[in-house]
């Protein structure tokens, strides 16, 4: 037999009310558990929007590498890199949208140095020289290797604040990038870097 309360209300219906008002509690301290984020959360989340800029302003960049490219060899690889880079950003914003944070850049200022470095290389060498394709080739890896180092940090953070889920997306770049690194290192020692050696100033 159910007690019935003062209020009038059996004993169900005031459990009912506590287990209602447990399951708001519950949904306050989850918000506020999201709301205050660790330092290294919002460190992490920082430098995601350093990486979003970077990657967004290289999808800028790339088509004048490929452009100012004299090996059709490294013009291909500039192109296939844009399309790389359009799924990095997109890789991103899955990242923030995982986070639960609106996907914003915020301006990379070691990403816009190197992408003026690179462009200065264009303007100081011979256009359709091999000497030019060297150039760019080493202002190429330069961003490659800013990206690397980059997507290896955010990963290792990603797993210490136990988001393994985006750890997981993050390596995935993290693996292209080095293969860029690689294939650019392979077209210089193949070819690029000897048939510059050969040519002389006009």
Request: with cysteine; proline share 0%; glycine share 6%.
């Amino acid at each position: 037999m159910e007690k019935t309360t003062k209020s009038g209300k059996t004993g169900k219906a005031a459990s009912t009310r506590s287990n209602g008002s447990g399951a708001k509690q519950k949904q306050s301290t989850a918000k506020s558990t999201k709301e205050n984020k660790s330092l290294l959360e919002e460190f992490f989340v920082e430098e995601l929007k350093d990486i979003y800029w970077a990657e967004k302003h290289l999808t800028k960049a790339l088509p004048k590498m490929q452009k100012a490219a004299t090996s059709e060899e490294l013009a291909s690889a500039f192109a296939d890199h844009l399309t790389a880079t359009e799924e990095h950003v997109t890789r991103l914003e899955e990242v923030f949208e995982l986070l639960g944070e609106t996907a914003r850049a915020k301006k990379c200022d070691a990403m816009e140095g190197l992408v003026k470095e690179g462009e200065s290389i264009v303007e100081e060498t011979e256009k359709e020289t091999a000497t030019r394709d060297v150039g760019l080739i080493m202002a190429a890896q330069k961003i490659e290797h800013y990206e690397i180092a980059t997507y290896g940090g955010l990963t290792q953070l990603a797993k210490t604040i136990g988001r393994d889920d985006i750890a997981e997306i993050l390596a995935q770049t993290l693996v292209e990038e080095k293969e860029t690194d690689e294939l650019l290192t392979s077209i210089a020692e193949s070819n690029v870097n000897q048939a510059a050696n050969t040519e002389e100033e006009d």
